[in-house]
């Protein structure tokens, strides 16, 4: 590659002139060899521009508001379903099965009816939950981000005192069969993040940017992620819990934003939940 020509030597694209060195026609920000009759292959000081970077992808805002609905309601009515056979002494394994059937069910039947009502139909684009082999790369990098976010906002929780219970209090405490250790990781693992990442940073995220800025978008479904995970039982304990883990879905919605898909946060949401379940069944935060 020929090095940059002076300044006194570049004029505009000729249909036919002398030879010399010219703005190219083809690439921004660089110069071609004009031979005096066609361009040439000498280039200097030029690049190949990358593409536009795509716009995060909207969905109605209806979709976002039936989004927090059903998963809402789902949420309530699994705590009420678990209250009300609790009193037949099932085995634990039984239990879980139940909260994350009726806690999760719903919100997958939203997503695919809002994919057929108002996208295209193809779940996996609709949600942004299409995987890459990069995001076995992007997810722990994402991971670290929301770990990062979650330990900035612990700090301050901590520091000015305001009420923490955590949302794996007592499980430790339950008698850890090979079934009930099964059905807990893999409701963690694999359902959660699958679901609440289609939820949260898939449908919700879509259509609130279809109405609000991308900043606001992030920290609006970040609240509302905390939000989900209030349980009356925790008491005061729920602010602390709320502001904590809506750190984390800050994020992991601003890993979902950028990245324009969700494949990275459902594996940092799962490193997550892994992490964490490790250390309340190994008895480790002890």
Known sequence: MRPLAPP???RTPPTSGPAGWYPDPHAPFGVRYFDGRAWTSHVAGGFTAP???PDHPVLPFSVAIGAVAVLTASLIGSRFLLDSVIRYEWPVVVYI?????????????????????????RLTDDVGIRLRWSDTGWGPIV??????????????????????????????????GRGY????????VLFAPIVEEMVFRGLMMRGLRSHTGATLTVGIQAVLFGLAHLDPVRGTGNVGLVLVLSAVGAGLGGGAYLLRRIGPAVIAHAIFNGVVMAVVLTGAGD
Do not use: H
């Open 97 to 121: 099965g139940i909260s994350a059937l009726a806690g999760y069910a719903p919100s997958v039947w939203w997503c695919i009816y809002a994919s057929r009502r108002w996208g295209t139909g």
């Open 8 to 10: 006194s030597t570049i």
């Open 51 to 53: 593409p536009p970077r």
């Open 181 to 188: 250790v099964i059905a807990l990781l893999v409701t963690a």
């Open 143 to 176: 991971w670290l981000v929301a770990l990062g976010c979650e330990l900035v906002v612990f700090a301050a929780v901590r520091a000015l005192d305001i009420p923490l219970t955590s949302n794996t209090e007592g499980i430790g405490d339950l008698d850890a």
